[in-house]
């Protein structure tokens, strides 16, 4: 699919903890869809999760900062 990177938002907003993680950890036919109702984040403890393929990963980091898209 071109997706090398997922990012992971909390699903409560007023946390808003994010995370950004390798998507080749995942299975072929694990869908991202089929995980956020199992994530939890590890920030406040709540389920749920929102989900997003990250078309730019970059292993070492972000390199554009907040502003890149
Ligand atoms: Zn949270």
């Not at 946390?15 to 036919?29: G, K, L, P, T, V």
Request: proline residues 6%; neutral net charge; aromatic residues 8%.
């Amino acid at each position: 699919m071109g997706v090398c990177g997922v990012l992971i938002y909390c699903a409560d907003h007023t946390c808003s903890h994010s995370i950004s993680i390798m998507a080749d950890r995942f299975a072929d036919e694990v869908r991202l869809s089929d995980l956020e109702p199992r994530l939890l984040c590890s920030a406040c403890g709540n389920r749920g999760a929102d989900v997003r393929p990250s078309f730019n990963w970059h292993p070492k980091g972000p390199i554009g900062g907040m502003g890149y898209r």
